[in-house]
Protein backbone atom coordinates (compact mmCIF):
# COMPACT_ATOMS: atom_id res chain seq x y z
CA UNK A 1 0.00 0.00 0.00
CA UNK A 2 0.94 3.40 -0.27
CA UNK A 3 2.18 5.19 2.22
CA UNK A 4 0.77 8.19 4.41
CA UNK A 5 1.54 9.78 7.42
CA UNK A 6 -1.59 9.77 9.41
CA UNK A 7 -2.20 11.36 13.55
CA UNK A 8 -0.14 8.36 14.91
CA UNK A 9 2.98 10.39 13.16
CA UNK A 10 1.92 13.63 15.55
CA UNK A 11 3.20 14.11 18.95
CA UNK A 12 2.27 17.58 20.79
CA UNK A 13 0.99 19.99 19.24
CA UNK A 14 0.64 22.77 21.42
CA UNK A 15 1.18 25.73 20.03
CA UNK A 16 0.63 24.81 16.42
CA UNK A 17 -2.11 25.26 13.98
CA UNK A 18 -4.08 22.07 12.54
CA UNK A 19 -5.51 23.11 9.24
CA UNK A 20 -8.52 20.16 8.74
CA UNK A 21 -10.25 19.42 5.50
CA UNK A 22 -13.46 17.99 6.80
CA UNK A 23 -16.68 17.32 5.35
CA UNK A 24 -19.14 20.04 5.78
CA UNK A 25 -20.96 19.88 3.01
CA UNK A 26 -24.01 18.45 4.83
CA UNK A 27 -27.99 18.15 4.23
CA UNK A 28 -30.04 20.70 4.92
CA UNK A 29 -33.90 21.76 5.30
CA UNK A 30 -35.24 25.28 6.74
CA UNK A 31 -32.39 26.27 7.79
CA UNK A 32 -31.64 23.17 9.30
CA UNK A 33 -29.08 20.18 9.34
CA UNK A 34 -31.08 16.60 8.86
CA UNK A 35 -27.99 14.50 9.23
CA UNK A 36 -24.77 14.86 10.59
CA UNK A 37 -22.68 11.37 9.76
CA UNK A 38 -20.36 13.71 8.09
CA UNK A 39 -19.43 15.32 11.29
CA UNK A 40 -19.79 12.36 13.49
CA UNK A 41 -17.00 10.91 11.03
CA UNK A 42 -14.47 13.41 11.43
CA UNK A 43 -14.83 13.92 15.55
CA UNK A 44 -12.30 11.86 16.60
CA UNK A 45 -10.05 13.61 14.40
CA UNK A 46 -11.16 16.89 15.33
CA UNK A 47 -10.94 16.00 18.80
CA UNK A 48 -7.24 14.02 18.28
CA UNK A 49 -5.93 16.93 17.57
CA UNK A 50 -7.30 19.68 19.53
CA UNK A 51 -6.16 16.78 22.70
CA UNK A 52 -2.71 16.97 21.12
CA UNK A 53 -3.16 21.05 21.74
CA UNK A 54 -3.65 22.10 18.68
CA UNK A 55 -5.34 24.88 17.39
CA UNK A 56 -7.76 23.36 14.87
CA UNK A 57 -8.67 25.85 11.94
CA UNK A 58 -11.69 23.32 9.94
CA UNK A 59 -11.71 24.31 6.04
CA UNK A 60 -15.01 22.83 3.97
CA UNK A 61 -16.76 23.85 1.08
CA UNK A 62 -20.93 24.05 1.45
CA UNK A 63 -22.82 23.44 -1.73
CA UNK A 64 -21.65 25.50 -5.33
CA UNK A 65 -21.50 29.17 -4.54
CA UNK A 66 -19.17 28.98 -7.92
CA UNK A 67 -16.54 31.96 -6.42
CA UNK A 68 -18.94 34.49 -4.93
CA UNK A 69 -19.68 35.42 -1.36
CA UNK A 70 -23.36 33.88 -1.18
CA UNK A 71 -25.14 34.01 2.38
CA UNK A 72 -26.99 31.10 1.81
CA UNK A 73 -24.03 29.12 1.59
CA UNK A 74 -22.03 30.25 4.26
CA UNK A 75 -20.79 26.83 6.20
CA UNK A 76 -21.51 28.81 9.28
CA UNK A 77 -24.61 27.31 8.65
CA UNK A 78 -23.46 23.82 9.60
CA UNK A 79 -21.57 25.29 12.89
CA UNK A 80 -24.81 24.21 15.35
CA UNK A 81 -24.28 21.03 14.39
CA UNK A 82 -21.03 20.87 14.19
CA UNK A 83 -20.50 22.13 17.74
CA UNK A 84 -23.51 19.69 18.60
CA UNK A 85 -21.27 16.59 17.73
CA UNK A 86 -18.06 18.07 19.22
CA UNK A 87 -19.69 18.68 22.19
CA UNK A 88 -17.31 21.83 21.98
CA UNK A 89 -18.05 25.70 21.29
CA UNK A 90 -16.33 26.21 17.67
CA UNK A 91 -15.64 29.60 16.69
CA UNK A 92 -16.64 31.22 12.89
CA UNK A 93 -14.57 32.79 10.86
CA UNK A 94 -15.99 34.17 8.12
CA UNK A 95 -12.75 34.23 5.73
CA UNK A 96 -10.30 31.36 4.80
CA UNK A 97 -7.08 33.57 4.62
CA UNK A 98 -5.13 36.52 6.06
CA UNK A 99 -5.12 39.02 9.12
CA UNK A 100 -8.66 37.56 10.04
CA UNK A 101 -7.52 33.98 10.49
CA UNK A 102 -4.83 35.06 12.14
CA UNK A 103 -6.10 37.45 14.49
CA UNK A 104 -8.29 34.69 15.22
CA UNK A 105 -5.71 31.98 15.72
CA UNK A 106 -4.67 34.92 18.26
CA UNK A 107 -7.54 34.50 20.17
CA UNK A 108 -7.81 30.41 20.04
CA UNK A 109 -6.11 28.52 22.95
CA UNK A 110 -4.54 25.26 22.75
CA UNK A 111 -7.01 22.66 21.48
CA UNK A 112 -9.49 25.01 20.62
CA UNK A 113 -11.46 24.82 17.06
CA UNK A 114 -12.70 27.29 14.55
CA UNK A 115 -14.28 26.70 11.40
CA UNK A 116 -13.27 28.86 8.58
CA UNK A 117 -15.61 29.63 5.80
CA UNK A 118 -16.85 27.89 2.89
CA UNK A 119 -13.53 27.31 0.76
CA UNK A 120 -15.50 27.87 -3.01
CA UNK A 121 -16.57 31.44 -1.93
CA UNK A 122 -12.99 31.93 -3.55
CA UNK A 123 -12.25 31.02 -7.16
CA UNK A 124 -8.97 29.78 -6.64
CA UNK A 125 -10.62 27.05 -4.75
CA UNK A 126 -11.98 24.67 -7.40
CA UNK A 127 -9.07 26.28 -9.89
CA UNK A 128 -6.48 24.50 -7.70
CA UNK A 129 -4.68 28.61 -7.32
CA UNK A 130 -1.46 28.43 -5.67
CA UNK A 131 -1.91 31.52 -4.58
CA UNK A 132 -4.86 30.68 -2.71
CA UNK A 133 -3.46 27.68 -1.28
CA UNK A 134 0.01 29.67 -0.35
CA UNK A 135 -2.58 32.07 1.50
CA UNK A 136 -4.02 29.41 3.39
CA UNK A 137 -0.77 27.61 4.42
CA UNK A 138 0.40 30.76 5.63
CA UNK A 139 -1.62 30.78 8.64
CA UNK A 140 -0.84 27.01 9.72
CA UNK A 141 1.58 24.52 10.36
CA UNK A 142 0.14 21.04 9.34
CA UNK A 143 -2.73 19.81 7.40
CA UNK A 144 -4.70 16.82 7.84
CA UNK A 145 -7.26 16.10 4.79
CA UNK A 146 -10.43 13.93 6.75
CA UNK A 147 -12.08 14.76 3.40
CA UNK A 148 -11.98 11.20 1.55
CA UNK A 149 -15.60 12.07 0.07
CA UNK A 150 -14.26 15.77 -1.92
CA UNK A 151 -10.39 13.66 -2.41
CA UNK A 152 -11.66 13.17 -6.14
CA UNK A 153 -11.35 17.15 -6.95
CA UNK A 154 -8.14 18.35 -7.15
CA UNK A 155 -8.69 21.77 -5.57
CA UNK A 156 -6.52 24.30 -3.30
CA UNK A 157 -8.01 23.06 0.15
CA UNK A 158 -8.28 19.32 -0.88
CA UNK A 159 -4.96 18.92 -2.87
CA UNK A 160 -2.88 22.33 -3.37
CA UNK A 161 -2.33 22.61 0.88
CA UNK A 162 -0.94 19.18 0.93
CA UNK A 163 2.06 20.21 -0.92
CA UNK A 164 2.76 23.24 1.25
CA UNK A 165 2.44 21.84 4.76
CA UNK A 166 3.29 18.53 5.89
CA UNK A 167 0.52 16.73 5.27
CA UNK A 168 -1.35 13.48 7.65
CA UNK A 169 -4.68 11.37 6.84
CA UNK A 170 -7.24 12.05 9.15
CA UNK A 171 -8.58 8.90 10.69
CA UNK A 172 -12.04 8.51 8.76
CA UNK A 173 -9.53 9.16 5.54
CA UNK A 174 -6.95 7.09 7.10
CA UNK A 175 -9.87 4.12 7.81
CA UNK A 176 -11.12 4.51 3.92
CA UNK A 177 -8.15 4.17 2.60
CA UNK A 178 -7.67 0.93 4.48
CA UNK A 179 -11.14 -0.22 3.95
CA UNK A 180 -10.51 0.11 0.36
CA UNK A 181 -7.46 -1.50 -0.47
CA UNK A 182 -8.52 -4.51 1.13
CA UNK A 183 -11.22 -4.48 -1.16
CA UNK A 184 -9.31 -3.35 -4.42
CA UNK A 185 -6.17 -2.74 -3.95
CA UNK A 186 -4.49 -5.94 -2.74
CA UNK A 187 -7.81 -8.25 -2.10
CA UNK A 188 -7.83 -11.71 -0.63
CA UNK A 189 -9.34 -13.78 -3.24
CA UNK A 190 -11.82 -14.87 -4.85
CA UNK A 191 -13.50 -11.10 -4.78
CA UNK A 192 -17.17 -10.32 -6.02
CA UNK A 193 -18.44 -7.46 -7.09
CA UNK A 194 -22.09 -6.51 -7.18
CA UNK A 195 -23.05 -3.33 -9.17
CA UNK A 196 -26.65 -2.30 -9.28
CA UNK A 197 -28.88 0.91 -9.52
CA UNK A 198 -30.67 2.03 -12.72
CA UNK A 199 -28.59 3.25 -15.39
CA UNK A 200 -25.32 1.01 -17.33
CA UNK A 201 -24.36 4.42 -18.70
CA UNK A 202 -23.76 6.24 -15.23
CA UNK A 203 -21.48 3.01 -14.42
CA UNK A 204 -19.65 2.48 -17.75
CA UNK A 205 -16.62 3.28 -16.30
CA UNK A 206 -17.32 1.12 -12.92
CA UNK A 207 -17.99 -2.05 -15.16
CA UNK A 208 -15.40 -1.56 -17.40
CA UNK A 209 -12.82 -1.44 -14.20
CA UNK A 210 -14.55 -4.25 -12.43
CA UNK A 211 -14.10 -6.91 -14.99
CA UNK A 212 -10.27 -6.63 -15.35
CA UNK A 213 -9.91 -6.46 -11.31
CA UNK A 214 -13.08 -9.26 -10.06
CA UNK A 215 -13.83 -12.95 -9.81
CA UNK A 216 -17.36 -12.71 -10.23
CA UNK A 217 -18.96 -9.45 -11.00
CA UNK A 218 -22.85 -9.87 -10.27
CA UNK A 219 -24.87 -7.11 -12.15
CA UNK A 220 -28.38 -6.47 -10.91
CA UNK A 221 -30.56 -2.88 -10.85
CA UNK A 222 -32.14 -1.70 -13.99
CA UNK A 223 -28.54 -1.65 -15.85
CA UNK A 224 -29.16 -5.68 -15.59
CA UNK A 225 -31.57 -5.35 -18.09
CA UNK A 226 -29.23 -3.53 -20.33
CA UNK A 227 -27.24 -6.45 -20.30
CA UNK A 228 -30.30 -8.75 -20.97
CA UNK A 229 -31.66 -7.23 -23.76
CA UNK A 230 -27.96 -6.73 -25.44
CA UNK A 231 -27.58 -11.20 -24.96
CA UNK A 232 -31.33 -11.21 -26.98
CA UNK A 233 -33.58 -11.39 -23.81
CA UNK A 234 -37.01 -9.68 -24.32
CA UNK A 235 -37.37 -7.30 -21.28
CA UNK A 236 -40.86 -5.99 -21.89
CA UNK A 237 -41.06 -2.44 -21.03
CA UNK A 238 -38.17 -2.10 -18.40
CA UNK A 239 -35.88 0.41 -17.55
CA UNK A 240 -33.35 -0.69 -20.33
CA UNK A 241 -30.78 0.93 -22.44
CA UNK A 242 -31.13 -0.35 -25.42
CA UNK A 243 -28.43 2.02 -27.31
CA UNK A 244 -25.79 0.44 -25.45
CA UNK A 245 -26.59 -3.03 -26.19
CA UNK A 246 -22.80 -3.05 -28.37
CA UNK A 247 -20.93 -1.49 -25.12
CA UNK A 248 -22.55 -3.97 -23.00
CA UNK A 249 -21.24 -6.76 -25.09
CA UNK A 250 -17.81 -5.29 -25.06
CA UNK A 251 -18.08 -5.53 -20.93
CA UNK A 252 -19.05 -9.28 -21.21
CA UNK A 253 -16.54 -9.83 -23.76
CA UNK A 254 -13.60 -7.90 -21.62
CA UNK A 255 -14.76 -9.55 -18.77
CA UNK A 256 -14.84 -13.43 -20.75
CA UNK A 257 -10.99 -12.36 -21.37
CA UNK A 258 -10.15 -11.64 -17.83
CA UNK A 259 -11.60 -14.56 -16.49
CA UNK A 260 -14.04 -12.51 -14.36
CA UNK A 261 -17.72 -14.62 -14.46
CA UNK A 262 -20.84 -12.22 -14.96
CA UNK A 263 -23.62 -13.19 -13.35
CA UNK A 264 -27.03 -11.92 -14.45
CA UNK A 265 -30.83 -12.92 -13.25
CA UNK A 266 -32.09 -15.86 -14.24
CA UNK A 267 -35.55 -14.77 -12.51
CA UNK A 268 -36.33 -11.74 -12.19
CA UNK A 269 -39.62 -9.58 -10.44
CA UNK A 270 -42.17 -8.17 -12.83
CA UNK A 271 -44.94 -5.96 -12.54
CA UNK A 272 -47.26 -4.44 -15.37
CA UNK A 273 -46.70 -1.01 -13.60
CA UNK A 274 -44.63 0.56 -11.11
CA UNK A 275 -46.49 0.61 -7.89
CA UNK A 276 -45.95 -0.32 -4.20
CA UNK A 277 -47.19 -4.34 -3.75
CA UNK A 278 -49.51 -3.82 -7.82
CA UNK A 279 -51.69 -6.22 -8.77
CA UNK A 280 -49.87 -7.63 -11.84
CA UNK A 281 -46.89 -8.57 -9.46
CA UNK A 282 -45.16 -12.11 -10.21
CA UNK A 283 -42.05 -13.82 -10.56
CA UNK A 284 -40.62 -15.54 -13.93
CA UNK A 285 -37.63 -16.57 -15.71
CA UNK A 286 -36.02 -13.71 -17.90
CA UNK A 287 -36.56 -15.11 -20.84
CA UNK A 288 -41.04 -15.28 -19.53
CA UNK A 289 -41.27 -11.22 -19.14
CA UNK A 290 -44.09 -9.99 -21.29
CA UNK A 291 -44.12 -7.21 -23.44
CA UNK A 292 -46.07 -5.21 -21.54
CA UNK A 293 -44.03 -6.08 -18.18
CA UNK A 294 -41.24 -4.68 -16.47
CA UNK A 295 -38.10 -5.77 -14.24
CA UNK A 296 -38.12 -4.46 -10.80
CA UNK A 297 -35.72 -6.73 -8.89
CA UNK A 298 -33.85 -9.95 -9.08
CA UNK A 299 -35.63 -13.20 -8.23
CA UNK A 300 -35.24 -15.34 -5.13
CA UNK A 301 -34.32 -18.01 -7.52
CA UNK A 302 -31.27 -15.98 -8.29
CA UNK A 303 -30.58 -14.39 -5.35
CA UNK A 304 -30.00 -17.99 -3.46
CA UNK A 305 -27.54 -18.65 -6.24
CA UNK A 306 -25.66 -15.39 -5.98
CA UNK A 307 -25.67 -15.91 -1.99
CA UNK A 308 -23.89 -19.23 -3.00
CA UNK A 309 -21.06 -17.17 -4.90
CA UNK A 310 -20.53 -14.81 -2.05
CA UNK A 311 -20.01 -18.22 0.13
CA UNK A 312 -16.99 -18.78 -2.15
CA UNK A 313 -15.87 -15.32 -1.89
CA UNK A 314 -13.49 -13.89 0.61
CA UNK A 315 -13.88 -10.07 -0.53
CA UNK A 316 -17.07 -8.32 -1.50
CA UNK A 317 -17.90 -4.84 -2.88
CA UNK A 318 -20.94 -3.45 -3.58
CA UNK A 319 -21.96 -0.54 -5.16
CA UNK A 320 -25.45 -0.18 -6.31
CA UNK A 321 -29.33 -1.69 -5.34
CA UNK A 322 -30.44 -4.85 -7.49
CA UNK A 323 -33.99 -3.50 -7.56
CA UNK A 324 -36.05 -0.58 -6.95
CA UNK A 325 -35.70 -0.65 -3.27
CA UNK A 326 -37.52 2.33 -2.38
CA UNK A 327 -40.91 1.02 -3.56
CA UNK A 328 -42.05 -2.75 -1.98
CA UNK A 329 -41.97 -5.19 -2.53
CA UNK A 330 -38.87 -4.54 -4.63
CA UNK A 331 -36.70 -4.32 -2.00
CA UNK A 332 -36.51 -8.10 -1.47
CA UNK A 333 -33.08 -9.22 -3.48
CA UNK A 334 -31.26 -6.16 -2.37
CA UNK A 335 -32.20 -6.90 1.62
CA UNK A 336 -31.53 -10.70 1.05
CA UNK A 337 -28.29 -11.00 -0.69
CA UNK A 338 -26.97 -7.67 1.62
CA UNK A 339 -27.73 -10.34 4.56
CA UNK A 340 -26.39 -13.12 3.54
CA UNK A 341 -23.33 -10.77 3.13
CA UNK A 342 -23.51 -8.98 6.51
CA UNK A 343 -23.57 -12.35 7.61
CA UNK A 344 -20.49 -13.52 6.09
CA UNK A 345 -18.78 -10.43 6.94
CA UNK A 346 -19.81 -11.08 10.83
CA UNK A 347 -18.42 -14.57 10.73
CA UNK A 348 -15.32 -13.25 9.39
CA UNK A 349 -15.33 -15.04 6.16
CA UNK A 350 -16.01 -11.73 3.72
CA UNK A 351 -14.02 -8.58 3.73
CA UNK A 352 -17.94 -6.11 2.91
CA UNK A 353 -17.35 -2.68 1.57
CA UNK A 354 -20.15 -0.89 0.05
CA UNK A 355 -20.73 2.71 -0.97
CA UNK A 356 -23.33 5.52 -2.95
CA UNK A 357 -25.55 7.52 -1.81
CA UNK A 358 -28.48 4.73 -2.21
CA UNK A 359 -26.46 1.96 -1.82
CA UNK A 360 -26.38 3.38 1.73
CA UNK A 361 -29.76 3.75 1.86
CA UNK A 362 -30.52 0.41 0.92
CA UNK A 363 -28.30 -1.11 3.15
CA UNK A 364 -29.68 0.86 6.22
CA UNK A 365 -33.13 -0.21 4.97
CA UNK A 366 -31.87 -4.27 5.34
CA UNK A 367 -30.63 -3.42 8.60
CA UNK A 368 -27.10 -4.34 7.94
CA UNK A 369 -25.21 -1.83 7.69
CA UNK A 370 -23.17 -2.09 10.69
CA UNK A 371 -22.37 -5.82 9.64
CA UNK A 372 -20.78 -4.60 6.30
CA UNK A 373 -16.79 -4.56 7.18
CA UNK A 374 -16.92 -0.88 5.78
CA UNK A 375 -19.60 1.29 4.20
CA UNK A 376 -18.41 4.62 2.31
CA UNK A 377 -20.14 7.52 2.65
CA UNK A 378 -18.53 9.24 -0.41
CA UNK A 379 -20.65 9.26 -3.44
CA UNK A 380 -18.17 10.36 -5.98
CA UNK A 381 -14.82 9.62 -4.74
CA UNK A 382 -16.19 6.13 -3.76
CA UNK A 383 -17.48 5.54 -7.36
CA UNK A 384 -14.44 7.03 -8.89
CA UNK A 385 -12.10 4.64 -6.72
CA UNK A 386 -14.64 2.02 -8.16
CA UNK A 387 -13.28 3.05 -11.99
CA UNK A 388 -9.88 2.71 -10.39
CA UNK A 389 -8.87 6.25 -10.69
CA UNK A 390 -6.10 7.94 -9.25
CA UNK A 391 -7.99 10.35 -6.22
CA UNK A 392 -5.59 14.08 -6.68
CA UNK A 393 -6.43 14.54 -2.94
CA UNK A 394 -5.12 10.67 -2.19
CA UNK A 395 -2.41 10.81 -4.18
CA UNK A 396 -0.88 14.18 -2.49
CA UNK A 397 -1.21 12.62 0.59
CA UNK A 398 1.06 10.09 -0.17
CA UNK A 399 4.78 9.68 1.01
CA UNK A 400 7.44 9.23 -1.30
P1 LIG B 1 -26.02 4.52 -5.84
O1 LIG B 1 -26.59 5.85 -5.45
O2 LIG B 1 -25.85 3.61 -4.66
O3 LIG B 1 -24.76 4.65 -6.65
P2 LIG B 1 -27.71 4.32 -8.15
O4 LIG B 1 -28.06 5.77 -8.02
O5 LIG B 1 -26.86 3.91 -9.28
O6 LIG B 1 -27.09 3.78 -6.77
O7 LIG B 1 -29.05 3.47 -8.33
C1 LIG B 1 -30.12 3.49 -7.44
C2 LIG B 1 -31.43 3.53 -8.14
O8 LIG B 1 -31.61 2.47 -9.06
C3 LIG B 1 -32.57 3.40 -7.14
O9 LIG B 1 -33.31 4.60 -7.15
C4 LIG B 1 -33.38 2.23 -7.66
O10 LIG B 1 -34.78 2.43 -7.53
C5 LIG B 1 -32.99 2.15 -9.10
N1 LIG B 1 -33.25 0.81 -9.65
C6 LIG B 1 -32.70 -0.35 -9.27
N2 LIG B 1 -33.21 -1.37 -9.96
C7 LIG B 1 -34.11 -0.87 -10.83
C8 LIG B 1 -34.97 -1.43 -11.83
N3 LIG B 1 -34.99 -2.75 -12.07
N4 LIG B 1 -35.76 -0.59 -12.52
C9 LIG B 1 -35.73 0.74 -12.27
N5 LIG B 1 -34.94 1.33 -11.35
C10 LIG B 1 -34.13 0.54 -10.63
MG1 LIG C 1 -27.79 7.29 -6.59
Redesign the pocket.
Known amino acids: MTSFRTLDDLGDLTGKVALVRVDLNLPMQDGAVTDDTRVRASAPTILELAAKGAKVLLLAHFGRPKGERVSTMSVSMTLDAVQAVLGKEVMFVPEVAGPVVAQAIGILRAGDIAMLENTRFWKGEEKNDPELARAIAENGDIYVNDAFSAAHRAHASTEGLAHLLPAYAGRSMEAELKALEAALGKPVRPVAAVV????VS??LDVLTHLVTQVDHLII??????TFLAAKGVDVGK??CEHDLADTARGILAAAEKSGCTVHLPYDVVVAKE?AANPPSLRTCNVHEVAADE????VGSQAVEALADVLKTCRTLVW?????????QP?DAATVALARSAAALSKEGALVSVA????????LNHAGVAGDFSYISTA?GAF?EWMEGKELPGVKALETA
Do not use: H, R, Y
Open positions: GGAKSKGGGMANSLFMILDNGPLGAFETFGGGDTVAAGL
